[in-house]
């Protein structure tokens, strides 16, 4: 599979996933005005602090606030975020609507992590609530769509308002190399650049576009 296909494929899940997000928010809505009573709606608005939609052992397993509500079965007991959160049977993160919670990586949360930006969007997780991968975007007027290895990044595309570019990167896959860019591609202006890296971070090969037109690299 080349490159081209494997960007179109990617494209093609995240649009499945924004529409699969966007009935499963018009179904809560209609779940929480169905079971809200009357009393608390004036003129016609509804006004909660959140929403715990539970399955039939009575576990919460869909949470909406800002921020979401904390529950007794969820395995994380940190702060909420203005978001909606699903859980699994177990109690883990596995998707997340809104804004960002800081990242679970390998069973824990790192202490004083922080994001380049504010994070809004779609996070995924996997099936022991590390976050795995999403679509955002950022307080620093940055736009992202990537997948991570377990322990780290594994491959992203993004956009950047104040350099005006997008850009595209595939990582190492070897776990003992680290968090190294293996390819980036970057369009700005009338151009772009293509480059490769070796597993110690230096670019080994590079070409430029100019125009539709590839100048000469450097080996």
């Given at each position: 599979?080349?490159?081209?296909?494997?960007?179109?494929?990617?494209?093609?899940?995240?649009?499945?996933?924004?529409?699969?997000c966007?009935?499963?928010?018009?179904?809560?809505?209609?779940l929480?005005?169905?079971?809200?009573?009357a009393e608390?709606?004036t003129d016609?608005?509804?006004?909660?602090?959140?929403?715990?939609?539970?399955?039939?052992?009575?576990r919460?397993?869909?949470?909406?606030?800002a921020?979401?509500?904390?529950?007794?079965?969820?395995?994380?007991?940190?702060?909420?975020?203005?978001?909606?959160?699903?859980?699994?049977?177990?109690?883990?993160?596995?998707?997340?609507?809104?804004?960002?919670?800081p990242?679970q990586?390998?069973?824990?949360?790192?202490?004083?992590?922080?994001?380049?930006?504010?994070?809004?969007?779609?996070?995924?997780?996997?099936?022991?609530g590390?976050?795995?991968g999403g679509?955002?975007?950022?307080?620093?007027?940055?736009?992202?769509?990537?997948?991570?290895?377990?322990?780290?990044?594994?491959?992203?595309?993004?956009?950047?308002?104040k350099?005006?570019?997008a850009?595209f990167?595939?990582?190492?896959?070897?776990?003992?190399?680290?968090?190294?860019?293996?390819?980036?591609m970057?369009?700005?202006?009338?151009?772009?650049?293509?480059?490769?890296?070796?597993?110690?971070?230096?670019?080994?090969?590079?070409?430029?576009?100019?125009?539709?037109?590839?100048?000469p690299?450097?080996?």
């Amino acid at each position: 599979m080349n490159l081209e296909e494997r960007m179109s494929r990617l494209e093609r899940r995240c649009n499945r996933l924004m529409i699969a997000c966007t009935l499963l928010v018009a179904l809560l809505l209609a779940l929480g005005f169905l079971h809200i009573d009357a009393e608390r709606t004036t003129d016609g608005i509804l006004h909660v602090h959140g929403l715990v939609v539970e399955d039939a052992q009575g576990r919460g397993r869909i949470l909406l606030g800002a921020p979401f509500p904390d529950v007794p079965n969820r395995m994380r007991h940190d702060a909420g975020t203005m978001a909606m959160l699903f859980l699994d049977e177990q109690g883990h993160d596995r998707l997340t609507i809104g804004q960002a919670l800081p990242p679970q990586i390998q069973g824990r949360v790192p202490e004083n992590f922080h994001r380049i930006g504010e994070a809004v969007g779609v996070f995924l997780h996997n099936t022991v609530g590390d976050e795995r991968g999403g679509m955002s975007w950022l307080s620093n007027g940055r736009g992202a769509i990537s997948f991570d290895y377990p322990d780290r990044d594994a491959i992203g595309m993004y956009v950047d308002d104040k350099s005006r570019s997008a850009t595209f990167v595939l990582e190492y896959a070897d776990e003992a190399i680290g968090d190294v860019s293996f390819f980036e591609m970057t369009a700005k202006g009338q151009g772009g650049r293509f480059s490769l890296f070796d597993p110690k971070g230096q670019t080994k090969t590079q070409w430029t576009v100019d125009r539709g037109i590839v100048l000469p690299g450097r080996p």
